[in-house]
């Protein structure tokens, strides 16, 4: 098992910075993947970026050059650096990693923080 608790989300005015963190535990050791994902009301939840073991890293579209992902080298904590924020960028972001559990492959999630971007 991997708890996942998230922190830094709040109110930001647009154009701002802002820097959310994941701290995992439990079975850390075989994460292999991690990711932020974010969702606004009455849309779909969207991978924002990801991130893997290897440090090889993704984004979506419409948060390239402004969104960086990051993780410490033991997978213990995730980043999102948040710079230029846009209105739509307002959702609850939540992280989310991959491991290895017996024979299959799990994913975990954290609660949630809420991104609030004000014009």
């Known amino acids: 098992q991997v708890q996942l608790v998230e922190s830094g989300g709040g109110l930001v005015q647009s154009g701002g910075s802002l820097r959310l963190s994941c701290a995992a535990s439990?079975?850390?050791?075989?994460?292999?993947?991690m990711a932020w994902y974010r969702q606004s009301p009455g849309l779909e939840r969207e991978l924002v970026a990801d991130?893997?073991?290897?440090?090889?890293?993704r984004y979506v579209d419409s948060v390239k050059g402004r969104f960086t992902i990051a993780r410490d080298s033991g997978m213990h904590t995730l980043y999102l650096e948040m710079n230029s924020v846009k209105p739509e960028d307002t959702a609850v972001y939540y992280c989310?990693?991959?491991?290895?559990?017996?024979?299959?492959?799990?994913?975990?999630w954290g609660q949630g923080t809420q991104v609030t971007v004000s014009t």
């Open positions: 439990g079975s850390v050791s075989n994460v292999v993947h």
């Open positions: 991130i893997t073991k290897g440090g090889l890293t």
């Open positions: 989310s990693a991959n491991a290895l559990v017996d024979v299959s492959m799990r994913q975990f």
